[in-house]
């Protein structure tokens, strides 16, 4: 289904650290609905903004401590990094358009 690299509490803090691209982390469950209809859209925004954002994904059911580290309350939650610091958490579903426009603003 996707080729997004899963982190946990080890590779989390390298991949979100000071970077020329901004990072965006996706804090799911395979259980989740809402999750499973982010795929795809997610994947579709890998393909084409490689250039500008590293996107990742955190199963939160195997990574409970870093979801509540970094205050995941429901899922899907989104986290976009720009130079190394969070700039936005995103809530719940949304668009591609949506979060494209996160990611290049």
């Known amino acids: ?18 970077t020329s691209k901004s990072v965006l982390v996706d804090f799911w469950a395979p259980w989740c609905g809402p ?4 795929g795809p859209v997610l994947d579709e925004l890998n393909n084409e ?4 954002v590293d996107i990742y994904k955190v199963n939160v059911d195997e990574n409970a ?15 976009l990094y720009k130079d190394g610091s969070l700039s936005q958490t995103i ?3 949304k668009s591609k358009d949506e979060l494209s426009e996160a990611i290049l603003s």
């Open 1 to 18: 289904m996707s080729d997004l690299i899963n982190l946990n509490k080890d590779s989390f803090e390298k991949a979100t650290s000071i």
């Open 35 to 38: 999750c499973k209809a982010l």
């Open 49 to 52: 903004l490689s250039d500008k």
């Open 65 to 79: 401590d870093l979801a509540q580290e970094n205050g995941v309350q429901s899922i899907p939650t989104l986290l």
């Open 91 to 93: 809530v719940g579903l």
